[in-house]
């Protein structure tokens, strides 16, 4: 009988680290043109509207990009993992509800004061968002159902629940003090939102970078048999990226919350705002397929949505036209992320 001969392992470990270095060489080569895709659609707005580049306009696109940064970081935290979140638009109505119910509730009753009733809505907002990623994490990772479907469902429970809570209507008399910490107010002159954007963006980039979850999450949606041979609580840990994605979520709601003063029962706009904030992570550099992403990613993401509709309504675009060029992007991130991986 023949000797087996040996399985030679070189050429498929140099054939795999060369196919992971072009992949890193298309991701960085996509992310180096953004900016300068971004500066040029810019340009291109102000030649037709030259408020475009002024200052208050400028503000304003900070502003604007930072809550959908904030909402692309909640689904980085799932699609790094193969993974992504079609309640989140649905999630942050319910908590922009619950929690303005909390507000108008407690606000003077039995002697509560203005603080007591701005924490125990913060409390409420994030603790039901967090519950609702801890569903989706259970669902997924425990019983093993697909994402998409896990998702949808829990997108009915939380339009269900918004809509309940509120009768459908508006919850008016969101106190003064809760709109200025979470909108109106200013820290040396920078608007409130852009900071909670940037505290949340440099804690998330050090958590990804600096911590166990953070790195497995990566190796999870990279290779999840690996991961599992590995030793890691895969399961744990992609429970713990639903509830970092339905916490994030809920503070993106509570700061459009601030904003409009008021819960609204269809702030998060059903599945736009989904598409939104997964063409701006995908965009930025996030893989559909797991284990790719960043921070910078979901930002220059973000930031290249919000330029584009802001300019789009300064140019008076018309809004129905406005919906297919939106839907024409999140088709071409979805095309990008395809290019970045052959």
Do not use: H
């Amino acid at each position: 009988m023949a000797e087996a001969k040996p399985v030679d392992r070189s050429d498929a470990t140099a054939s795999a680290e060369d196919a992971t270095r072009r992949l890193q060489r298309r991701i960085r080569m996509t992310q180096a043109l953004l900016p300068v895709v971004l500066l040029l659609m810019l340009l291109g707005f102000a030649a037709a509207e030259p408020r475009v580049l002024s200052f208050g306009n400028l503000a304003n696109v900070l502003q604007q990009a930072s809550y959908l940064f904030v909402f692309a970081l909640a689904q980085m935290c799932v699609i790094v993992t193969r993974g992504f979140d079609l309640s989140l638009g649905t999630n942050v109505s319910a908590v922009s509800v619950l929690s303005a119910l909390t507000l108008t509730g407690l606000v003077g009753a039995e002697g509560n004061g203005v603080a007591v009733a701005i924490f125990a809505g913060l409390l409420v907002g994030l603790g039901f968002g967090a519950l609702v990623g801890v569903f989706n994490g259970l669902v997924v990772a425990w019983l093993r159902v697909n994402p998409f479907i896990a998702t949808l469902g829990s997108l009915n429970i939380c339009l269900g629940v918004a809509s309940m809570a509120s009768d459908g209507r508006p919850v008016f008399n969101v106190p003064d003090a809760f709109s200025q910490i979470f909108y109106s107010g200013t820290i040396l002159g920078v608007e409130m939102p852009i900071i909670y954007a940037a505290v949340i963006g440099i804690a998330m980039a050090l958590m990804f970078s600096r911590t166990v979850l953070g790195r497995s999450l990566f190796l999870i949606g990279s290779n999840p048999r690996a991961a599992e041979v590995a030793g890691l609580p895969t399961r744990r840990y992609l429970t713990a990226a639903y509830v970092l994605a339905g916490a994030l979520a809920a503070f993106g709601s509570l700061m459009l919350t601030a904003r409009t003063g008021s819960g609204e029962p269809n702030l998060g706009g059903g599945l736009r705002l989904v598409g939104e904030s997964i063409a701006a992570a995908v965009i930025g550099g996030v893989s559909l397929r797991g284990g790719v992403g960043g921070v910078e990613a979901a930002l220059i993401g973000a930031l290249f949505i919000t330029v584009l509709s802001n300019g789009m309504n300064l140019v008076r675009v018309d809004g129905y036209i406005q919906m297919i060029v939106l839907g024409a992007v999140l088709i071409g991130a979805i095309f990008l992320d395809r290019f970045r991986r052959t």
